[in-house]
């Protein structure tokens, strides 16, 4: 596992230095406005969860110019912060500080470029820059031996309708308004489609099947989710103070006789008898 991480770090320190996004970071982007003051870097800090759900379809696509019905950024923001504290119920101390640092740099990245650019949120840090952090953080805290169980029932099906709702209207806007623009709505995103491809699928061919495949994957997913689940016959009580895995008593193992329970609790009852006793 050392070497892994190693290698790990030492590819990732390799992209960082060889992106220039890195610098950005360091430096900032030019800017002839003045330093920003302490409120304003207060604002920031606590406007930057803004750009979460932002990415979640809370702000526009794109260049920011199209932008979403308010049902999408509150059901996919819905799912991803249930599917966030879902996962992270039973984390581990390790796994615990790898879903805290990933936190921590989808708060401070946004705040820090905003700093040296001397910008405030909503100005040159756009959501979807983010993404890819809020992907890792979710994919981190998300990992649960027992997935089958933690999203069983309602919230496997609550979040399939959730998310299948959100795609399908975000799907119909960004479509309608590279046809006809988002100055009117029609259900069918193609009606009057002032720009088009003439041999291509039509706009409501593209909506309904682009829904109706992403309804199908998550469909799918949900009824593999039992196979994912890990066995209860594996998933044996280790004793306290016995190293997991090592320790833990076999299927086996003898077990005390209920006749000598019995004795035991008899001598134990006795000793407490006496020490309460006048």
């Given at each position: ?13 390799v ?12 430096g ?66 390790r ?12 708060w ?55 998310l ?33 491809w ?81």
């Open positions: 596992p050392l070497i892994v991480a190693g290698v790990i770090v030492a590819l990732s320190v992209f960082y230095l060889s992106a220039w996004q890195g610098a950005s970071i360091v900032g982007i030019e800017s002839e406005r003045p330093p920003l003051s302490g409120s304003q870097h207060v604002s920031n800090l606590l406007s930057a969860p803004s750009l979460w759900m932002g990415a979640l379809g809370g702000w526009g696509l794109g260049w920011l110019d199209t932008p979403m019905p308010a049902l999408v950024s509150v059901l996919a923001g819905a799912v991803f912060w249930g599917a966030f504290f879902i996962g992270g119920g039973r984390a581990s101390v796994r615990g500080v790898a879903i805290g640092l990933g936190v921590a740099a989808m401070l990245v946004p705040v820090v470029l905003l700093a040296q650019s001397r910008m405030l949120v909503g100005e040159l840090v756009q959501p979807r820059y983010l993404l890819p952090l809020m992907i890792i953080t979710l994919g981190v805290a998300s990992v649960r031996l027992d997935v089958a169980r933690a999203w069983s029932g309602f919230r496997s099906i609550a979040a399939v309708a959730a299948a709702m959100a795609n399908t209207t975000a799907l119909h806007t960004n479509i309608q308004r590279y046809t006809t623009g988002l100055d009117q709505f029609s259900a069918d995103p193609g009606a009057g489609a002032e720009w088009w003439a041999w291509a699928p039509t706009p409501l061919l593209v909506w309904l099947g682009g829904g109706l495949a992403f309804t199908a994957a998550l469909t799918l997913l949900v009824l593999l989710l039992p196979w994912a689940r890990v066995p209860e016959d594996d998933r044996r009580p280790t004793p306290p103070g016995a190293a997991p895995g090592r320790d833990a008593p076999s299927a086996s193992a003898p077990t005390a006789r209920p006749a000598e329970n019995a004795a035991v609790e008899e001598h134990h009852h006795a000793i407490d008898s006496d020490r309460v006793a006048p």
